[in-house]
């Protein structure tokens, strides 16, 4: 792999505004420098995402700004956007809420060469808002790998190889298990420093989980755990006790798993009705 080839950093924003400048920031301080950042509006935000990303359009001249009208489809949609206007042949995945130490991109170019893979991933993600209790509940830190050891998305990746297996913004929540789904392709993780920057309150909590609840596929399951639903939150608290013990969380996280569940009962249900109407 060349040492000066061209990364395309794609960013999918929705009602980003507090993180975006963040994520466009960490990325202006990448040690490798040879890199364009592309952000796409995933439809009509209702804060100042797009605004924002037109402002560093005109400041930087390696950034360019698109929007997307319309709904909102997933963040999908607007990689699949972004790498059909990428320059460079070499994509990286990009969500707003994320923010890369600085030499993600050139550890991570090291890594694709070294594994002879079309596409790789960091290990892990650290929480980077972590004094907020309902971010630390999120995670503290989790595993990018699965039981494999591998994972079954992906951050850096050859455009070529991805240009021919589009995300499908159908799979929702889901919609970067796109090639995994279909193929059952798994991908090498690295240490690779990153931050994401966690839903830190209950809009935000509430928000996420009707999203995750749009993409679960056994809406029947989720109904009929209805009358268990404490008996759920409670041994969800308890396992997650067990990875990262804070006193707060004793009381916290039962509530927290709660709100969880009812997200995705009420998407649970949308899905039944639209299915007998």
Sequence with gaps: MKSNILVSAIIAAYNEELHLAACI??????????????VVENGNSRDKTFKIAKLYEKKYKNIRAFSIPGKQKGPGNAWNFG?????????LICGADLIYGKNYVKDGLKFLAKSKVPAIIHKEEKCNNLSNLWARAFFKTRSSLDETGLSKVFTIVKKDYLKKRPFNPELGYADDQTIFRKEGTRFSGYD????????????????HSLWVGRSIKNSGLTVLMLPFFLIWAVYKTLNHLKTDFYFPFIFFLPVYYSIKYFAYLIEAIKKIICYFL
Excluded: C, F, R
Excluded at 25 to 38: D, P, R, V
Excluded at 83 to 91: D, E, P, Y
């Design 25 to 38: 920031k960490s990325l202006l301080a990448q040690s490798y420098k040879n890199m364009e950042i592309i």
């Design 83 to 91: 790498v059909n206007k990428a320059k460079g042949n070499i994509i």
């Design 192 to 207: 690779l420093e990153i931050y994401h920057t966690n839903p830190a309150s209950l809009e935000d909590t509430w928000s």
